[in-house]
C-alpha cells in the first residue's frame, strides 16, 4: 500500500522560499504536486516521471523545480519567489501515468501541507 507523507509548508513572505518534501513507500510511474485552494479545483503543479522527466505549470514555471532522491524513497518542490497567488494547500500525489502533455496521473495522496504567502 502507497502511503504518502508531505511536508515544508509554512508561512513566508512574498519573495520568499520554501522546499516542500514528500516521502513515499512505493515507487511509482510518476510523482506530482497538486495545489488547491476552498473554492477553487485542484491544480497540478509539477510532476516528474521515474525517468527524471519533469513538467510545471504555466503559472510556476522558472519559480518552482520538483526532483527526486530515490535512496531516501523522497521528492521535493523547491519554490522560488513565492506570491500570495501561491497561497494553497499543497498535495504530495503518486501514479502510474503519464499524459501527452506531461500530467501525472495520480491517483494516491497525502494529507497536504499548507502554504500561506503575505503581501
Known amino acids: 500500500v502507497q502511503q504518502l507523507v508531505e511536508s515544508g509548508g509554512g508561512s513566508v513572505q512574498a519573495g520568499g522560499s520554501l522546499r516542500l518534501s514528500c516521502a513515499y513507500t512505493?515507487?511509482?510511474?510518476?510523482m506530482a504536486w497538486f495545489r488547491q485552494a476552498p473554492g477553487k479545483e485542484r491544480e497540478g503543479v509539477a510532476a516528474?516521471?521515474?525517468?527524471?522527466?519533469?513538467n510545471y505549470a504555466a503559472s510556476v514555471k522558472g519559480r518552482f523545480t520538483i526532483s527526486q532522491d530515490k535512496s531516501k524513497n523522497s521528492h521535493y518542490l523547491q519554490m522560488y519567489s513565492l506570491t500570495p497567488e501561491d497561497t494553497d494547500m499543497y498535495y504530495c500525489?503518486?501514479?502510474?501515468?503519464?499524459?501527452?502533455?506531461?500530467?501525472?496521473?495520480?491517483?494516491?495522496w497525502g494529507q497536504g501541507t499548507q502554504v500561506t504567502v503575505s503581501s
Open positions: 512505493r515507487s511509482t510511474y510518476c
Open positions: 516528474i516521471r521515474y525517468d527524471g522527466i519533469t
Open positions: 500525489g503518486a501514479g502510474g501515468g503519464w499524459s501527452s502533455v506531461g500530467y501525472c496521473y495520480a491517483d494516491t
